[in-house]
């Protein structure tokens, strides 16, 4: 049996983060067809593991738990908005979150230590290929583009947020999340959580 798996730190937007993610919605969806990403579901990804056997999720587990113990609570600051692309169109909208440094090196942890761990494991087949990325952009996906009809007038709302801060949270716990789509969408189910230390 496999579920599909990610690792990620949950974002719990306070009323002021709603209230700005609300104008970025009217003033984006004036330019551009968007699937949001709902206020309840907002997290930072920090590996993506897909379809995983469930007979990996202790290994899975006790990797978070030990990187967890190895690194401090901190704080995050969500600022500038951005977009990836795909063959030059927009693909995802998305928020910047720093410190840059931190975050990835977080994700550079739990990921190597996923790799050597799945390294060691007989049953090579049921392992999900873990991407190690140094270049790890650490980010809250806001929506994904459907259609974008005013590109131009989208780059230049973009540079107009280049340096716009939209709040801070404390980052106090890491989580193991099972995605389970439906016609609706994704719902993210919690399978574990790990404490950073104080």
């Not at 104008?23 to 206020?39: D, F, M, R």
Request: with cysteine; glycine share 4%.
């Amino acid at each position: 049996m496999e579920k599909r798996l990610f690792i990620a730190i949950k974002y719990e937007p306070d009323e002021e983060f709603k209230h700005s993610y609300l104008a970025i919605q009217k003033n984006v969806g004036s330019l551009a067809t968007i699937k949001w990403v709902p206020t309840h579901q907002l997290h930072l990804t920090l590996c993506f593991l897909g379809n995983t056997h469930v007979s990996l999720l202790e290994t899975i587990g006790n990797a978070i738990d030990e990187v967890c113990a190895q690194n401090h609570s901190f704080e995050v600051q969500i600022g500038n908005l951005g977009i990836f692309l795909h063959q030059r169109q927009p693909r995802v909208l998305w928020m910047g979150l720093q410190p840059v440094k931190v975050l990835q090196h977080l994700h550079l942890q739990l990921a190597e230590r996923l790799v050597q761990d799945f390294k060691s494991l007989k049953n090579s087949n049921k392992t999900p290929l873990v991407e190690v990325n140094p270049n790890f952009v650490p980010h809250l996906t806001l929506g994904r583009f459907k259609n974008t009809y005013k590109i131009a007038d989208l780059q230049a709302y973009l540079a107009s947020h280049a340096h716009t801060q939209f709040g801070n949270w404390n980052v106090s716990q890491v989580i193991l999340y099972e995605s389970i789509l439906s016609r609706l969408g994704p719902t993210y189910q919690p399978l574990r959580m790990a404490n950073l230390s104080n």
